[in-house]
């Protein structure tokens, strides 16, 4: 446990990591390894339950309020100030944004486009002018930045979307070349095929409701299932731990081989 919880004015010993959007996808089990990885915690709303699991592991945790949602601006910075506030520092970053908008090219109009660019590139630009001015100025740090694998290999159903999350990742690229030689490494994240309520509803609604659809595309995949939010939260804590900062700039898929196929 931290013994200089609650003192601005004195550094946590432990890292502290902070991870926005921690209700959903992979990021309450990310919040719970880098719990168990020895790191203190600043989240946005937690999941039921989960505040009082990290605490259970030996965490300290803030719940940051005003990061209620990380699309809008000033979320990120929201984390920043709780940081600084409850642990006087912060040692690494998971940021998940996304706005999600079904559309073709053809279909595609100014509002939606709007809501993509808000939600999957300005987002991301936020985050990143929160969080790397304080890791530069330590000299040390970790930031890894959920987007998609939509902007790897875009989908013409999701045209809009697959766009922003691109330039997403291009920026995040972008980023790691402009603190790299800091001490400060910035990657991106994107999934696929994961098996999560929020998931599995969406694609039976998209595939009315034919309860052999996920089954099937399942099947599809390289690896021939669906994957799991654990997995997903393990490899994502090990880019944030502080033992690996000799990648940045890169995107990881954790996607069964779609992006590939």
Not at 180 to 197: E, I, K, Q, S
């Amino acid at each position: 446990m931290s013994e200089v919880s609650g003192n601005p004015n004195t550094a946590s010993e432990r890292r502290v990591v902070l991870i926005a959007d921690a209700q959903t996808h992979m990021m309450p089990d990310l919040a719970v390894e880098m719990a168990r990885r020895a790191h203190d915690l600043v989240i946005g709303p937690p999941v039921e339950g989960l505040e009082a699991r990290l605490k259970e592991l030996g965490a300290e945790v803030e719940v940051a309020a005003g990061a209620e949602n990380i699309n809008e601006a000033g979320a990120a910075q929201a984390l920043v100030d709780a940081a600084k506030a409850r642990f006087g520092k912060f040692d690494s970053v998971a940021i998940r944004t996304g706005s999600h908008v079904v559309n073709t090219v053809l279909t595609a109009n100014i509002e939606n486009a709007d809501q993509v660019y808000q939600g999957n590139f300005l987002s991301v630009m936020y985050a990143l002018q929160a969080v790397l001015p304080p890791l530069v100025a330590q000299g040390s740090g970790q930031v890894l930045i959920n987007t998609s694998v939509s902007g790897v290999r875009p989908q013409p159903t999701v045209a809009t979307y697959s766009a922003m999350r691109a330039a997403a990742n291009s920026l995040i690229r972008s980023a790691a070349l402009t603190v790299a030689g800091t001490g400060v490494v910035v990657n991106g994240f994107g999934t696929a095929a994961l098996d999560y309520p929020a998931f599995v509803k969406m694609f039976e609604e998209a595939n009315d409701n034919d309860p052999r659809a996920l089954d099937k595309a399942a099947a599809e995949l390289p690896v021939g299932r669906l994957g799991t939010t654990q997995e997903c939260a393990y490899l994502a804590a090990s880019l944030v731990d502080g033992k690996c900062n000799f990648s940045t700039g890169q995107f990881f898929a954790l996607d069964g081989g779609w992006s590939f196929v």
